[in-house]
């Protein structure tokens, strides 16, 4: 079964600075990365997807993928309060059928003005 | 704004109730989820449906869980037999196609079993 493990638990940056997360991921055959946002008393709302290794960038998120390492990671650039939220990787078992997604439990951004 | 849309919201029942939700995904997205949302964040896939049709899901908890897609009707996620152990955020997402593409989630349904 595939395992998701998401650090930090939880992140305090002041405002205009960088947040990093971090994810790794059990299952070598693994395809297709995701993070998602959930501000308080929403659903998950999709940042980005990496499906190759290397960097993706998006405005003032970058995500980082490395297969071989298990790891994957989002940096958010310039942080803004209206950032903080919950973070959550997910992942895409191999051989998935109907786009099943597994979800790390998550990291607590929190953005100090 | 989500454009999938959960309703009630908040759902309050006691032990032993049935509990109901509801789920109308976006539209021309014929693949809709349900997961569960426990208090630790943690998320657990339920069940999956492309159309009417059941794509995949979990053994539904012994049977108290059903869940729907009917033709022209929203989705539905029903607990037959509510447990204190039910309770979480219940999530509903749609996606265009069952290959590798985003989900789209709802706010959810807040249930509390009592």
């Known amino acids: 079964q595939q395992k998701v493990q998401q650090s930090p638990e939880s992140l305090i940056v002041p405002e205009g600075g960088m947040a990093s997360l971090n994810c790794t991921f059990s299952?070598?055959?693994?395809?297709y990365f995701w993070w998602y946002r959930q501000h308080s008393g929403e659903g998950p709302k999709a940042l980005m997807s990496i499906f190759s290794n290397g960097d993706k960038k998006e405005g003032r998120f970058t995500a980082h993928l490395n297969k071989a390492s298990l790891h994957v990671s989002l940096h958010i650039k310039d942080s803004q309060p209206s950032d903080s939220a919950l973070y959550f990787c997910?992942?895409?078992?191999?051989?998935?059928?109907?786009?099943?997604?597994?979800f790390g439990i998550g990291t607590l951004l929190s953005v100090k003005p | 704004n989500s454009k999938v849309i959960q309703t009630p919201r908040y759902l309050v029942k006691g032990q032993g109730q049935k509990a109901k939700m509801r789920c109308i995904p976006e539209?021309?997205?014929?693949?809709v989820f349900w997961y569960q949302q426990n208090k630790n964040n943690e998320f657990k896939f339920l069940i999956n449906f492309q159309n009417q049709e059941v794509l995949q899901q979990i053994d539904m908890t012994e049977k108290r869980f059903s869940a729907e897609c009917p033709s022209n009707s929203p989705c539905s996620l029903e607990i037959q037999s509510s447990e204190a152990g039910d309770s979480a955020l219940y999530l509903c997402?749609?996606?265009?196609?069952?290959?590798?593409?985003?989900?789209?989630f709802g706010a959810g349904t807040r249930l509390s079993v009592l």
């Open positions: 997402a749609s996606t265009p196609t069952p290959s590798q593409n985003t989900l789209y």
């Open positions: 539209k021309g997205h014929p693949v």
């Open positions: 299952d070598r055959n693994s395809q």
């Open positions: 997910a992942v895409s078992p191999f051989g998935s059928s109907g786009n099943k997604l597994i």
